[in-house]
């Protein structure tokens, strides 16, 4: 019988139920490394690295708030886990992803997170393209980008409510966008959290074929902010004639990263 990796859901230090479904992939896939890269690691009261950390996990924490580096740094040294983490302040783009992956202590971690709310889907691929094949892959997905493989344009210096004031749902990449690039790269989709916000991904050499979990769901958070359901939030996203979509299969977002680079300020 399948395992159903959504009956492990439970949070230690996760927003939600990602701590539970990761300890369970570590167990179920044998992984036994344990190094990781969470970019976006907040301040170490919620993410999804701390509790790995507590387990004698080493590896990269990069959060772009130096209020959040700080304290994840204090919440390290009270721990004695300080050694054990290599805490970097600064924003993750498409153009000092590689130069970040030469800076770090351990350079082929075996899970990376990836929750920036913004150009994930560049960074991703770029971290791809240098070589970095995790044996599991955590990442933030936009549910309210619809069905088609799309993310978000190219910008250095992006914050999505600047692009979509009302609701503040421009950032990240559809589901089916990461399905494409990681199953690209040789990845085997999982599931996604029940609360509608990560994607769970394993390397194909994995033996994934016992599992299984929820396929899709929208973020409960924002249904539940904007009482709206998840079809109407999608349907004014995906409206909005303002906005541009790239679509992964047909536009090099390669290209788009570097032209977006070059454009006159």
Not at 70 to 93: I, N, P, S
Not at 182 to 199: E, I, P, R, S
Request: hydrophobic content about 40%.
């Amino acid at each position: 019988m399948a395992i159903n990796l959504n009956d492990y859901e439970r949070s230690e230090h996760s927003q939600n139920g990602e701590d539970g479904i990761i300890a369970k992939l570590v167990e179920v896939l044998g992984i036994t490394g344990q190094t990781f890269l969470e970019i976006g690691a907040s301040d170490g009261v919620q993410n999804n690295s701390m509790a790995l950390i507590e387990r004698g996990w080493r590896g990269a924490a990069v959060d772009m708030s130096p209020r959040n580096t700080e304290a994840f740094k204090t919440r390290l040294a009270t721990a004695g886990k300080l050694d054990d983490v290599q805490v970097v302040c600064g924003r993750v783009t498409w153009a000092n992803a590689p130069k970040l992956i030469a800076q770090m202590k351990w350079p082929r971690p075996t899970l990376l997170s990836l929750d920036i709310d913004s150009i994930d889907y560049y960074v991703a691929k770029r971290l791809l393209d240098d070589g970095m094949r995790p044996d599991i892959v955590v990442c933030e997905y936009n549910p309210f980008l619809g069905s088609d493989p799309i993310t978000v344009d190219y910008a250095e210096e992006f914050a999505r409510y600047a692009f979509q004031p009302e609701f503040g749902l421009y950032y990240g990449a559809s589901l089916n966008a990461w399905k494409h690039l990681f199953g690209t790269a040789g990845y085997q989709f999982l599931c996604v959290d029940t609360t509608g916000v990560n994607a769970f991904f394993a390397a194909g050499h994995l033996p994934v074929e016992p599992l299984s979990g929820l396929a899709f769901a929208y973020t409960q958070t924002f249904t539940a902010k904007y009482r709206l359901t998840g079809e109407e939030l999608s349907a004014a996203l995906l409206n909005n004639a303002s906005l541009r979509f790239v679509d992964v299969l047909t536009e090099d977002v390669d290209t788009i990263a570097r032209a977006a680079m070059h454009k006159p300020s």
